[in-house]
């Protein structure tokens, strides 16, 4: 499968990221995930799952698991962060433009 493209998600997309990957954790759980492995798979996908382009996106975030494999999806969530410096020229949300 080809690699998807991510793109940054905006500041409130990563405020959210718990909430879509704790809407995920229970199937997780009830399928025999570890809590700890559960909580960081739920997140690698709702991180995943946001920054994939719309048109690549499945419905839910669960989706990913039948598209990808734990490596691949680990990967994408690595190389997102990897390449975080979206942020270059990004003011800061706290601060104004002069950095006060």
Sequence with gaps: MKTPVLRPLSA???LKLPLWAGRMLPLLLRRGVAPREGWALAYNCA???RAID???R?????????RFTLA????L???????????EGAVNEGEDADGV
Excluded: D, I, T
């Excluded at 499945?58 to 039948?66: M, N, T």
């Excluded at 691949?72 to 990967?75: H, K």
């Design 47 to 49: 991180l995943v799952w």
């Design 12 to 14: 409130a997309e990563q």
């Design 77 to 87: 969530a690595r190389q997102y962060w990897e390449h975080s410096s979206w942020e």
């Design 54 to 56: 719309k048109k690549q």
């Design 58 to 66: 499945p419905y839910c975030a669960a989706g990913l698991l039948r």
């Design 72 to 75: 691949q999806l680990a990967e």
